[in-house]
């Protein structure tokens, strides 16, 4: 778990749980659990083990199950192994991916993905996407920590979904939309949340687009406008204001058509995810992208090898909402019992007991576990600490000719900074992304 004081880990490196599954080491801490990499000792097969202390007011992993099992055959869907409880922590056992797409992208030189890279996992994504809608559910927290390529030579191409801790159900028993309520709690990562979200608006189809909207934006160009900003509201604010068409020029032309119709569509309304699929496809074609194209990370190392990484090894950037983030972004108490507002209907059936719920694989997955990367450096730490060397000459600059002369709008600049080629070489412009506003104005002129 993340935000709160240090907390000690539910399960410990070696212990066994249900007798089956032994914990390798812990892969992640979410604003809701905590992720392990375990033996299951009866198939010999590595697997994610997902725990959540049963002392924790929210409890989601019930939902988290009930989602994941829903969801069993589809692409982009972890295999469900087992599920169970005990007195001190609920647990989910599914099939273990490799590193997750927030880490990935950080691993970048330049924390972005190429053209390439962002169109084919765009498309995997809103094929997940349209998985969960299709059988009556959001996600409601769509970002890229929340999808993982696999592991295995043959699913490491292939983008899955994870973390259906916050999903809700959009329709009825009868397949009908319910009624949108008239004010809904704050669900997700601010980052990332759609502006419906921010006004606390019940969520629909259209707002996990939007997030995948942000999540593309973010990969072609390493930030989003309010990435340094930690308050909700004042997110909220700017991205109420913000004319998302700027976003555009960083992405293909076809965008717009993606653009226009999320942001025609309300809580009610099916997303045409034809259309929004065909965009991916019309600018592969215009990028002449090819689907056995390496992805950024599979790209050949000076030696010749390809790199494919298999673990999450940079620390987990967690913006989900939890107690102590909610403190500090100022954002609405979740009201009541989460579980039960989100569920209804589906979860009524649904049971974490230990007993029926640990089914024996039919299959065992056939290929060694890759070897672990290196610990990743974060770009955005190591472009921060620069921050203080750039701001020196900044305000040297600043003394000596004044007042900035202009200011530029985080849009223009970025136009400037955002790297059109590989082998371009951009030092200085791309520190800058990671000054303050008002920095902007002024280290824009010390270049000039
Ligand atoms: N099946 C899996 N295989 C491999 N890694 C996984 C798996 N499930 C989760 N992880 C890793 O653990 C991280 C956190 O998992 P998850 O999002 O499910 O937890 P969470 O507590 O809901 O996190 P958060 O609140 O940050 O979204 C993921 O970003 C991913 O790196
Ligand atoms: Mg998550």
Known sequence: MSGGAEQADILSVLAVVKERWKVVKKIGGGGFGEIYE??????????????????????????????????????????????????????????????????????????????????????????????????????????????????????????????????????????????????????????????????????????????????????????????????????????????????????????????????SLDYFTKPDYQLLMSVFDNSMKTYNVVENDPYDWERTGTDGTLTINASATTPQHHTRLTPAHMAMANASLIPGDLLRENTDEVLQDEQLSDGENNPVPDRLPGSPVLPLRHQEADVWEELDRNRNRIRTAVWKYHFIHGAPRCWLTWQSLYHITRPRSKSEPTPLLHVIPTLPLPFLSLSIITID
């Open 38 to 263: 375990a033996l299951d000792q009866l198939t010999r097969a590595s697997v994610a083990l997902k725990v959540e202390s049963a002392q924790q007011p929210k409890q989601v992993l019930k939902m988290e199950v009930a989602v994941l099992k829903k969801l069993q055959g589809k692409d982009h869907v972890c295999r469900f192994v087992g599920c169970g409880r005990n007195d001190r922590f609920n647990y989910v056992v599914m099939e273990l991916q490799g590193r997750n797409l927030a880490d990935l992208r950080r691993s970048m030189t330049r924390g972005t993905f190429s053209i390439s890279t962002t169109l084919r996992l765009g498309r995997q994504i809103l094929e997940a996407i349209e998985s969960i809608h299709s059988v009556g559910f959001l996600h409601r927290d769509i970002k890229p920590s929340n999808f993982a390529m696999g592991r295995f030579p043959s699913t490491c191409r292939t983008c899955y979904m994870l973390d259906f801790g916050l999903a809700r159900q959009f329709t009825n028993s009868c397949q009908e939309v319910r009624p949108p309520r008239p004010v809904a709690g704050f669900r997700g990562t601010v980052r990332y949340a759609s502006v419906n979200a921010h006004k606390n608006k019940e969520m629909g189809r259209h707002d996990d687009l939007w997030s995948l909207f942000y999540m593309l934006v973010e990969f072609l160009v390493g930030q989003l406008p309010w990435r340094k900003i930690k308050d909700k509201e004042h997110v909220g604010k700017l991205k109420e204001t913000y004319d998302h068409r700027l976003m555009l020029k960083h992405l293909p032309a076809e965008f717009s058509v993606f653009l226009d119709h999320i942001s």
